[in-house]
């Protein structure tokens, strides 16, 4: 937590002892950190603020020690603290600061930032780029340092004043609220905009790091999601002596993808360009509309004819969803990329051919994808394909929604039925016509999808857990980000003209950003841009552990191939089984089997203590700060046991483990970071433990592995220890 009386990267410890409440009673808190009196009135008013329903009182004994009295409303007692009170508690927002929700797409892509990877990392072929992985600790748990990144890169043209560079940026960060944005996952997913932040910009001499050196070095850092300024810059200065030969700046541009996408990082570039040409300084206050305002608008959506349209255009459980045949592990890990370019007099071919016929050449490339879908299941006959399809988002009934910088596109999926005996213009009108009814509904995601999609009347409910259900619902078929593929069309995002003539004039050119291998939000993407020349360029980007280096070449060829043959068919009637007869000799790519996720133990014992002390258990979740129980567990002295369970667990296991774990006189003193502590929490209250079993709850908020561990023995020893 942060406040003006608190150290940056302070963590707060609230201590509950679950005891039987009488009816209407309070629920009594401990409050243990680095909290002044001020400090601890501050959180107790905005709790009071926020949920009026329940009285709050406070009392301060010293600094770093109140109590907070919390009484349910009159009609009845309650069973649990509500996850936002909880998250309101555990993780106060920042002064001056506001909090968002996290939902759709970008909930997706943060529970992915948090789970670690099941594999190592590697390098990215052709890019010399490798992958930060997550940084799970040894207790399976993330605490969202995420090397998920995305990286754009450019050569500057002209004078370079890197003082005026950095104010530009800073300038940007002090319009734009995205830029001064964290993630809080505490008890449930929010975006916490901070009132103030400052651009993370370095600069780096050729002669100390190699330009792949230093985009290794640079996506290892990862991002620490629980601070703001998910952006940063770093610049590679020109090569000693200037000559004509010698190598210009170089800047690298980083962004966590659960933030931006990356036509929000275009439109801040734009934004940073502005500022540049203007001596450093951008006119104007902070830019409205924004995340604040597409939340509110986000928040007033009728979801009635959404949900009947998914109710029957979700994917079926038989649609082929991968472009290889399976096949054994690849050897490989890491992120690979492929590029290959057609010539603008191919591409204008391809789009001449499909305009004929109706459609947008991003329909020709969704074409061709369904096709390779097809060929790689191996059927004869029709059979439904599905893949994700990535939409803007800005296209919405928000005015101003095309200048929002955020995370605004999402991935979602696009399911047609592929008969190779059918004409090959009917499944391009298919897929057009699939697309349109998409763009009707840019703000649905995977997450409200399975929501909405009809359950079999059979279907099991899902189990009961600290977090959202993570897997597809039952009957229905992978969504993209499930397993599945993406496609994604983007488009130019070219300077005003009046902009370019402005830093043309000072001897500055603005070059396109290139992109480097990165988060491709799933096993494989598929994207396609044009360059400044009229050429589309397709983009393989892909997970080496599932597409080996080989099979990624063959996929990308084919794919290339069906594109420049496609305005070969230009009769009514040829199909796409004589598309696909163009591959006939070819060799079909193959995918490594998807690994199920391994099963966590029940219960697992970090340090035996005394056989007569008590227990310490710590639960982990997704999302606990990676490090911190390792940390906690070298740097208790006590006799106490100390075990993990997972808070995922299936009921009715984690009960029976936790009460074989105490055993006969022995008490529990239930842990967690983070998530982890809602997750200790919830299991308290639902463990039919005997009285006394689980003596109390210790909860943390979110800091870096040193902070979480710290403020988690704080609540410990709170516990073990009387107070003097």
């Known amino acids: 937590m942060s ?18 409440l009488s009816p209407g009673g309070p629920l009594v808190l401990e409050l243990r950190g680095p909290l002044g009196p001020a400090d601890a009135e501050t959180v107790a008013a905005r709790l009071a603020q926020r949920h009026r329903a329940f009285g709050v009182a406070l009392d301060s004994h010293r600094p770093g020690h109140h109590t907070l009295r919390l009484t349910p409303p009159a009609a009845g007692g309650f069973a649990a603290l509500p996850a936002d009170l909880l998250a309101d508690l555990l993780a106060p927002p920042p ?25 190592g990392t590697g390098t ?10 997550t940084g799970g600790s040894s207790d399976g748990s993330d605490g969202g340092d995420g090397g998920g990144v995305e990286q754009l890169y450019w050569d500057w043209s002209g ?74 810059l770093t610049l590679l200065a020109a090569e000693p002596g200037g000559g004509a030969g010698a190598a210009p700046p170089r800047v690298l541009l980083t962004y966590h993808p659960a933030l931006l996408d990356e036509r929000g990082v275009h439109l801040l570039l734009r934004e940073f360009y502005r500022a540049y040409a ?38 079926p459980p038989r649609a082929a969803t991968r472009p290889g045949r399976p096949g054994g592990a690849t050897g490989q890990s890491g992120p690979g990329l492929l590029d290959t370019r057609l010539r603008a007099p191919e591409t204008f071919r391809l789009r001449s051919w499909a305009a004929l016929r109706g459609a947008a050449e991003s329909s020709a490339l969704h074409l061709v994808w369904a096709l390779l879908l097809y060929r790689a299941a191996g059927v004869s006959g029709p059979l439904p394909v599905s893949f994700g399809v990535q939409l803007s988002g800005r296209d919405i009934a928000l005015p101003g929604a095309a200048g929002i910088p955020g995370l605004l596109d999402s991935p979602l999926p696009m399911t047609v039925t592929v008969d190779p005996a059918a004409p090959l213009a009917g499944l391009l009108h298919q897929v057009r016509d699939t697309l349109l009814d998409l763009a009707a509904y840019p703000w649905a995601s995977t997450e409200t999808i399975r929501a909405w999609a009809p359950r079999p009347p059979a279907a099991p409910a899902p189990a009961a857990g600290p977090g959202p259900v993570a897997g597809p619902a039952a009957g229905v078929g992978p969504l993209c980000g499930a397993g599945g593929t993406l496609v994604r069309f983007d488009g130019p995002l070219v300077l005003p003209k009046v902009l370019r003539s402005e830093l043309a004039a000072q001897g500055v050119h603005a070059d396109t950003p290139r992109s480097a291998a990165g988060a491709a939000g799933g096993p494989l993407t598929l994207a396609a841009r044009h360059d400044t020349a009229g050429g589309l360029v397709l983009g393989l980007f892909y997970d080496r552990a599932q597409l080996a280096d080989e099979d990624a070449a063959a996929l990308h ?6 594109l420049r043959a496609l305005p070969e068919f230009r009769q009514a009637q040829a199909s796409a089984g004589q598309l696909l007869d163009l591959l006939a000799r070819a060799a079909t790519p193959r995918m490594a089997r998807p690994v199920p996720p391994a099963a966590h133990p029940a219960l697992t014992v970090l340090r035996p203590g005394h056989p007569h002390a008590d227990v310490i258990c710590l639960v982990t979740a997704p999302g606990v700060p990676a490090g911190s129980y390792d940390l906690f567990v070298r740097g208790h002295r006590g006799p106490e046991e100390i075990v993990a369970v997972h808070g995922d667990g299936a009921p009715g296991v984690l009960p029976a483990a936790l009460h074989q774990a105490a055993g006969p006189g022995r008490r529990l003193v239930l842990c967690g970071c983070g998530p982890g502590g809602r997750a200790a929490y919830e299991l308290a209250q639902r463990t039919p433990h005997a009285p006394g079993m689980v003596s109390a709850v210790v909860m943390t908020g979110i800091g870096d592995a040193a902070a979480s561990a710290s403020a988690l023995a704080r609540g410990v020893r709170s516990v073990l220890t009387p107070p003097p």
Request: glycine share 10%; hydrophobic share 45%.
């Open 124 to 133: 990215p072929v052709g890019t010399g780029t490798g992958t930060g992985g």
């Open 557 to 562: 060829s084919q794919c290339v191939r069906l």
């Open 159 to 232: 004078p370079f004043d890197v003082a005026r560079f950095a104010a530009a940026w800073q300038s940007v960060v002090d319009r734009e609220c995205v830029l001064r944005a964290c993630f809080d996952w505490v008890a449930a997913p929010r975006l916490v905009l901070h009132a103030r932040a400052e651009a993370d910009i370095a600069v780096c001499s050729p002669a100390a790091v190699t330009w792949p050196q230093l985009l290794r070095r640079d996506r290892a850092r990862g991002f620490a999601l629980h601070r703001p300024g998910l952006l940063r």
């Open 95 to 119: 002064p001056g600061g506001e909090i968002l929700p996290v939902t759709g797409h970008q909930q997706t892509l943060l529970r992915a930032a948090l789970t670690p990877a099941p594999t």
């Open 278 to 315: 203007a001596g450093g300084v951008l006119p104007g206050g902070e830019r409205r509309p924004d995340l604040r305002d597409h939340a509110r608008w986000l928040a007033g959506q009728d979801t009635t004819a959404a949900r009947q349209f998914w109710a029957r255009a979700v994917p």
């Open 3 to 20: 406040s003006q009386g608190v150290p940056r990267g302070a963590v707060l410890a609230v201590v509950h002892e679950p005891v039987a």
